[in-house]
């Protein structure tokens, strides 16, 4: 799925790849059914339309059917199998030592690299093929630097999942963009309640770790 003017934080990114002071590196994507829950084609109603359209989403993978929320409906992306689930070749893949695929069950929408939208966090729920905060916690992990996309969505809620989860984490700005660029001031103080550090790329932390 397109984000306007993504891909301005690659050379960011792949700096930070390429750095090796860094433990681990796991790089995300979504993996998604033909006929995920999300996708505004998934809702034959003629009034739903892709960005615009809402559904009530229930916890069914929680077992709690009674939990619902407000769930935004996307254009098909990321579909298993497709070109469009596929990582861009410009990505310095080969220096990330996890992929972690994501929002393969259709019954959920999925987010955060962690947990679904219900905050079902283990793997398998949700559709998600690795426990990213059990792996950490086997690593020792203690710090997470969060870019990629959307600022709005996905790195949004990985980050916020990430600091639920008891690690200290950060949001590094230049290496986002959002589906919505306009929400990003509400979406960084979002962070920031949630316990979020979020790092211009300018700051004396973030550029250590460019020439690192």
């Not at 992990?141 to 959307?150: H, K, N, S």
């Amino acid at each position: 799925m397109a984000v306007k003017n993504a891909m301005e934080t690659l050379p960011l990114i792949n700096k930070l790849l390429d750095n090796d002071s860094f433990q681990f590196k796991v790089v995300t994507k979504d993996w998604h059914p033909h006929n995920h829950i999300s996708f505004a084609s998934s809702h034959p109603e003629p009034n739903n339309k892709p960005f615009e359209s809402f559904i009530e989403m229930k916890n069914i993978v929680g077992n709690k059917p009674h939990e619902t929320m407000r769930q935004r409906l996307w254009p098909d992306h990321c579909v298993q199998g497709t070109r469009g689930a596929e990582l861009i070749p410009e990505l310095h893949i080969d220096k990330a030592d996890l992929i972690v695929e994501k929002g393969s069950d259709e019954r959920v929408e999925m987010y955060s690299a962690f947990s679904d939208s219900f905050g079902n966090l283990t793997a398998g729920k949700g559709g998600v093929n690795h426990d990213l905060a059990g792996r950490f916690r086997e690593l020792g992990i203690t710090d997470v630097y969060c870019v990629g996309l959307a600022g709005d969505y996905c790195l949004n809620y990985t980050a916020l999942d990430s600091a639920k989860a008891g690690f200290k984490t950060y949001v590094i700005e230049g290496g986002q963009r959002c589906v919505d660029p306009g929400t990003w001031i509400d979406v960084k103080d979002g962070l920031r309640n949630g316990g979020v550090q979020v790092l211009g790329e300018d700051s004396e932390q973030v550029q250590k770790m460019l020439v690192a």
